[in-house]
């Protein structure tokens, strides 16, 4: 698809860190008001009653498609988020 026909890009890959280690991956379009939904246990079912969550990681602005493949690759990639807890 040519790009001036592709949708604006604004999605966001984000990584959330627990106080037990634990990461959550996900996108959104405005991650700190995704970040509140989690902690406040309206975020997804993964994260309720696991949280403080704080964020460690931020990837974009990405159109839909390629902020869900990332998502997909840094789920699969245990050395990457390793890598970010140990940043952190």
Not at 4 to 20: I, K, Q, S
Not at 66 to 82: Q, T, V
Request: aromatic share 8%.
């Amino acid at each position: 698809m040519a790009d001036d026909l592709r949708p604006p890009a604004g999605f966001f890959v984000y990584v959330l860190c627990n106080d037990t280690g634990t990461t959550y991956t996900g996108i959104a379009k405005d991650v700190m008001a995704r970040l509140d939904a989690h902690n406040a246990g309206n975020g997804a079912k993964f994260t309720r009653g696991r949280g403080p969550w704080a964020l460690i990681h931020t990837e974009g602005p990405l159109h839909k498609g390629d902020a869900l493949r990332r998502e997909r690759a840094i789920k699969r990639d245990r050395a990457f988020k390793a890598g970010l807890k140990g940043a952190n």
